[in-house]
């Protein structure tokens, strides 16, 4: 992670980490990169997708400016979602895509992510140049004039083939079939519903009024509780929350209960290696997933790769593997076959595919998983790879993995922005996870590098 730059692009608070100058200054770096690479009158094409957030209208501008500035042409998408601008960056022939949003954040949050012409997420070494602009250590570059500015382009158009291509998914519809979505006041809202409804679902809709500030405001991903009700009162048969720019999807059954990413998951693979449409016959996942969902994939037959915590690291494993699927327990579920990135909506609709080919209901399928119980301590320390290497706390690791075996696993992850280790344990019950987890908190207090548990 550079500066600015972490797993999921330049994120925070709006006005504050994260300013107007900055997504000017960015807009003129790519702008001016990209412009170098094209010759004549052809100029860069750089595609731009939003949030709901009153910021992001703020950051559009801005970068529009300095895209424009540098001169490449700047096609705006509006509110969309972030798998939409990779979609139509990779098939529409763009040198990039951007996208504004601070994701499941608050509203006062916002951030700008960055992808290549194939709608993947951009390598650090191009972001870290970018660092490198910002911060005046690569000198001014080159203001256009006369007709070498760029344009700015509205380009709504791009929206409704990423619809179109959500349509193409799914064969035969949804006809008959109560679909909740909760659409966290965010990119979805204009989506969603065009998509569910077009292909036949009786679709109910909430938190899709969205005004700048209401974005995953008790709703959405992050707050699926009212979704849940929903769908027990309602007789619903899934529901399928978003976060702000829908590149996460959790579910919920027809009654009432969450499935996680883990879950789904497991739903989809299944179904794919039932198919023989699992080619590598294996899901990638990160150190977070539950212990829970190994189990059943072990006992399903299909194999696992674990990479650090962030969709990025997931796909760049799936990409060098050729694997198809893979995610986070968050709601991250990536499906090669169909998106480079996290796609909330085409979750959603594969999940409902599922259910309707299999004719069962989710929670049938759903059942293979049973999540093991799980405790998470954040612990402050002073320095985190000597904390991970005292003989101590590797002393009460080897002995919490060996009394655990087979039946549960510990954890001990650094915080990526923080001075904190995270400590976690699944077993049985959680009474044994506080056991484990305490055991090792104790043995940090002994090296002597502890601060306070968070």
């Known amino acids: 992670m550079g500066k600015y730059f972490g797993t999921d692009g330049f994120r925070g608070k709006a006005g504050v980490d994260l300013t107007a100058e900055h997504a000017f200054k960015i807009g003129r770096f790519l702008g001016d990169y990209y412009s170098k690479k094209h010759t004549g009158d052809d100029k860069a094409r750089i595609v731009i997708g939003k949030d709901t957030r009153k910021s992001s209208y703020m950051y559009e501008a801005a970068l529009t400016a300095g895209l424009t500035a540098s001169g490449a042409d700047a096609y705006l998408l509006h509110v969309t979602t972030t798998p939409c601008v990779s979609y139509i960056t990779r098939t529409e022939g763009f040198d990039c895509g951007v996208m504004i949003s601070a994701s499941h954040n608050p509203y006062y949050d916002n951030g700008i992510k960055l992808m290549n012409g194939v709608g993947e997420k951009m390598d650090d070494a191009l972001q870290n140049e970018i660092e490198k602009y910002i911060d005046g250590e690569l000198g001014e570059l080159e203001y256009k004039s006369e007709n070498h500015i760029g344009d700015r382009i509205d380009y709504y158009d791009g929206r409704d083939k990423y619809i179109e291509y959500l349509k193409s998914v799914i064969e035969d519809g949804f006809k008959g079939r109560k679909v909740a979505l909760d659409c966290s006041n965010g990119s979805a809202f204009m989506i969603g519903k065009a998509v569910f409804d077009a292909l036949g679902a009786e679709t109910s809709v909430m938190s899709n009024t969205p005004n700048g500030t209401n974005i995953n405001m008790g709703c959405g991903s992050t707050h699926i509780e009212g979704l849940q009700e929903y769908v027990k009162s309602n007789k619903v048969d899934g529901g399928f929350a978003f976060d702000g720019d829908a590149d996460r999807c959790l579910a919920v059954d027809e009654l009432g209960n969450l499935l996680n990413g883990d879950t789904i998951m497991y739903i989809i693979a299944r179904y794919l290696k039932d198919k023989g449409e699992l080619p590598t016959n294996t899901v990638v996942t990160t150190v977070m997933s539950n212990f829970g969902l190994y189990k059943a994939f072990d006992e399903a037959g299909i194999a696992y790769e674990k990479t650090a915590v962030g969709d990025r690291y997931v796909y760049e494993n799936m990409k060098a593997n050729d694997h198809l699927i893979g995610g986070e327990q968050s709601g991250h579920v990536i499906y090669r076959k169909y998106a480079h990135t996290g796609d909330g909506l085409i979750t959603a609709l594969m999940l409902m595919k599922v259910m309707i080919e299999t004719g069962k209901p989710l929670s049938e399928l759903a059942s293979g998983v049973k999540a093991f119980p799980q405790v998470l301590k954040n612990v402050k320390v002073d320095d985190k790879d000597a904390t991970l290497d005292d003989a101590a706390v590797k002393e009460s690791v080897k002995k919490a993995e060996e009394e655990l075996g087979d039946n549960g696993r510990v954890l001990l992850r650094k ?39 968070k």
Request: overall charge negative; charged content about 30%; proline content about 3%.
């Open 415 to 453: 915080s990526g922005t923080e001075p904190v280790l995270r400590v976690m344990a699944e077993a049985a019950t959680y009474e044994d996870c506080e056991k484990y987890v305490d055991s090792i908190i104790e043995a940090m207090k002994v090296s002597g590098h502890f601060i306070e548990q």
